[in-house]
């Protein structure tokens, strides 16, 4: 039988189960409702294909060489319609000019993602804006696949490891394939982020109508998450009703391999990686440009990268300092320190006896105090950012 990745290295990218011709992998969930393969022995025949396709097995060297420049960018078109500066966007309607597919994570419904492919500009809306849990690839790899067979420009954003997955899936390079790397800080599940859904549904009545979720509005950057009951934003979530997001935070909710993550790093597994410039202007060179409305940090690890970033248009590129950008995106480089009560929290998410607040008073996640408070507010009204702009531009002068 194939030997796969160990439970605690598998990242769950699926390019075992995209490739089998026999159908023979299933991705199922474990009990903390992670995505991971379970083969069939009734069907497989020993091919040992998975085991080729797997990023982790089989041991290919994937990453690009070492880069060396970072860029402060913004899309000009969209950057108000995106969760940042709108690099995804430009990059995408690079592709869509050329009648090229995208494929990217959705929300489906309401409070599932997945990954799915779109070929049609006005649907590529619905891959815009950052969603922190990881994202179900299916059989997008095979489909992305075909599209680059055909000759069709086809862009894939993921998680690195999705993209590391999809790269040794592929086995040989594609001219005409762009890939983008998030830089990711760890996924939780599907099955806990529902889970959470429902306790906030249960115990928030002003939330029970809500049918779609929103993890930063576009009115800049900091603002917190949002349910949305059809087209409409609800009230922002602030205190205990934020549990989730205190969790991410903290790193006490993530598939056990991303703690140990095999493809962060400054050799990176995409032509683009792409994240928010946290941090741009406090430190070293001045940044003199308004940052309220959101700034992409965009890093070109290869030949195919440079060429779409060179090609852009209307858009807004600045050069900056490599170590800026890593200075408050640490998981560009590193791996998340996984807190010693993590196995429990995530029982105690999916357990369904247990409520956010018993959560919080066990873990201690969510600060309820007065100081807590103002920052929340500050936080849901945008505020927050617009002063820590400030305070940035004033430290680089």
């Known amino acids: 039988m194939p030997i796969l990745a160990k439970p605690q290295n598998c990242t769950g990218c699926a390019a075992c189960g995209n490739i089998c011709p026999h ?10 409702g992670f995505i991971m393969p379970v083969i069939n022995s009734g069907k497989c025949v020993e091919c040992k294909l998975c085991e080729k396709a797997c990023p982790i097995v089989n041991g290919k060297y994937l990453k690009n060489p070492e880069v060396k420049e970072a860029y402060a960018f913004w899309d000009n078109s969209t950057r108000t319609e995106s969760s940042s500066g709108g690099a995804f966007s430009a990059i995408a309607d690079w592709i869509r000019k050329r009648d090229g597919v995208v494929f990217g ?14 070929e049609e500009g006005k649907d590529f809306a619905m891959l815009r804006g950052s969603k922190y849990l990881q994202s179900d690839v299916r059989k997008t790899f095979a489909e992305a696949r075909e599209k680059l067979k055909e000759g069709k420009y086809v862009l894939f954003t993921g998680t690195p490891c999705q993209i590391a997955g999809l790269r040794s899936f592929l086995i040989k390079s594609y001219e005409k394939l762009i890939t983008i790397d998030i830089v990711c800080h760890g996924v939780p599940s599907n099955i806990l982020f529902s889970n959470y859904i429902k306790k906030l549904k249960s115990e928030y009545p002003q939330y029970s109508s809500a049918d779609g979720f929103e993890f930063r509005n576009l009115r800049g950057w900091g603002i917190a998450p949002t349910p949305k009951k059809g087209n409409c934003r609800m009230k922002p979530l602030t205190g205990v009703a934020n549990l989730y997001m205190a969790a991410f935070d903290k790193g006490a909710i993530f598939r056990e391999s991303c703690y140990d993550c095999q493809f962060n790093g400054l050799s990176r597994v995409g032509d683009i990686t792409i994240a928010d410039f946290w941090g741009i202007g406090a430190f070293g060179k001045p940044f003199k440009h308004d940052v309220s409305k959101g700034v992409s940090l965009v890093l070109v690890n290869s030949k195919s990268g440079r060429e779409i970033l060179e090609n852009l248009k209307n858009c807004f590129i600045e050069k900056r ?15 998340t320190d ?39 507010l500050l936080i849901s009204t945008g505020v927050f950012w617009i002063v820590k702009s400030i305070v940035n531009k004033l430290r680089s002068i």
């Open 105 to 118: 994570a959705a929300w489906h419904d309401s409070f599932q993602c997945c990954h799915i492919g779109i």
């Open 23 to 32: 159908d023979a992998i299933m991705m199922t969930q474990d009990n903390d």
């Open 338 to 376: 996984k807190p010693p009560y993590r196995n429990e929290l995530i029982k105690s998410f999916n357990n369904p006896e247990i409520t956010l607040r018993d959560i919080n008073t066990r873990f201690n996640l969510k600060g309820t105090g007065m100081k807590d408070n103002i920052k929340d």
């Open 321 to 335: 300092e490599l170590q800026e950008a890593v200075k408050l995106n640490h998981n560009l480089v590193a791996s």
